[in-house]
């Protein structure tokens, strides 16, 4: 068990650019999900996959975000023409659900901070 | 929808003592409720959970918390404090078993003084 790894560590951007991060997570887990947190606040829930299927996007996803799990390993989240609002700290999790299990244990990576000046 | 109110942003107790991270929460439904743990430079990590059952869980490194629907409490406490007990400390609670879609309260800082 390595654990959830997320590259890069830290993104420093300018407004208007384009940033792609990846999220690796440990290697028989079928769910992945993206959190967001913004300091002095916790963890906000952005999206999850069940292998490769995005199955639930919230409304803090605007369409300047798109998050991929192509075959249902990694994942990667972009966001198109940040802003200084995105400045966050963008958190992977991954965990293992079987069918009728009554939930599951999510592991975290360490996130990647993004700065957009 | 669902919350939770960490009451407190910073909380310092001396080492020893005990540990009291206070948490309520919002819910309309019968509440699935969680306490993660995040160290400087590490991801969360879950502490301890409710979900259905005995109302006292136990966790990792000596914490429990206890269920108290009447009170839609679910404080952390840890009865003798450890320097490696600071960090951040998060409540969190989600509705559905069907995912780990988890509303997060605001956190709170614990310092130990030594």
């Known amino acids: 068990d390595t654990g959830v790894s997320q590259n890069p560590r830290h993104k420093i951007t300018k407004r208007g650019q384009n940033v792609t991060f990846r999220c690796d997570p440990i290697s028989e887990h079928n769910r992945l999900y993206w959190y967001r947190q913004t300091l002095g606040q916790g963890p906000e829930f952005l999206t999850y996959?069940?292998?490769?299927?995005?199955?639930?996007k919230s409304r803090l996803l605007s369409d300047r975000f798109s998050a991929e799990r192509p075959k249902g390993s990694f994942s990667t989240l972009e966001i198109q023409r940040t802003e200084q609002g995105d400045s966050a700290m963008y958190l992977c999790?991954?965990?293992?659900?079987?069918?009728?299990?009554?939930?599951?244990?999510?592991?975290f990576g360490s996130g990647t901070q993004l700065s957009v000046l | 929808a669902q919350s939770v109110t960490q009451l407190g942003s910073h909380v310092s107790v001396s080492e020893g003592a005990l540990v009291l991270l206070r948490c309520n929460y919002s819910?309309?439904?019968?509440?699935?409720l969680f306490w993660y743990v995040q160290y400087p430079n590490q991801g969360l990590q879950l502490l301890l959970k409710?979900?259905?059952?005995?109302?006292l869980v136990k966790g990792i490194n000596g914490f429990e918390a206890e269920f108290k629907k009447s009170e839609t409490s679910f404080h952390l406490t840890k009865p003798s404090a450890h320097m490696s007990d600071a960090a951040e400390y998060f409540c969190?609670?989600?509705?559905?078993?069907?995912?780990?879609?988890?509303?997060f309260g605001t956190g709170t800082r614990l310092t130990i003084i030594p």
């Open positions: 969190a609670v989600t509705r559905n078993f069907g995912n780990e879609k988890l509303t």
């Open positions: 999790a991954s965990s293992l659900r079987y069918r009728g299990q009554m939930n599951e244990k999510l592991f």
């Open positions: 819910s309309s439904v019968p509440p699935y």
């Open positions: 409710y979900t259905t059952g005995a109302t």
């Open positions: 996959f069940q292998n490769e299927a995005q199955l639930e």
